[in-house]
């Protein structure tokens, strides 16, 4: 069975940090492109960041220079290290590989 199981999120003001993890399970984590979208109110589901398995990383340009994803493959987790948050951030992110997502994970950044 497929799990993917973020963590992280929360209420954060403008200007801030977080660091969202996602859990895998069932999948063989470590030949696996992994990347994490986010939904805000309204609007589409949109892709934030992506890893390969090489560690070669892509991001919204929405997000560049202020958002990281890395990987840990002992762990079987993926990151988002989040800093400088803007308002604009607020959304639902998840967790994605293939066909396979997470529960998501509420982030709201405080203006």
């Known amino acids: 069975q497929v799990r993917l199981v973020e963590s992280g999120g929360g209420l954060v003001q403008a200007g801030g940090s977080l660091r969202l993890s996602c859990t895998t399970s069932g999948i063989m984590f470590r030949s696996v492109t992994m990347d994490w979208y986010r939904q805000a109110p309204g609007k589409q589901r949109e892709l934030v960041a992506g890893i390969t398995i090489y560690g070669y990383t892509n991001y919204a340009d929405s997000v560049k220079g202020r958002f990281t994803i890395s990987r840990d493959n002992a762990k079987n987790t993926v990151y988002l290290q989040m800093n400088s948050l803007k308002p604009e951030d607020t959304a639902v992110y998840y967790c994605?590989?293939?066909?396979?997502w997470g529960q998501g994970t509420q982030v709201t950044v405080s203006s």
């Open positions: 994605h590989q293939g066909n396979y």
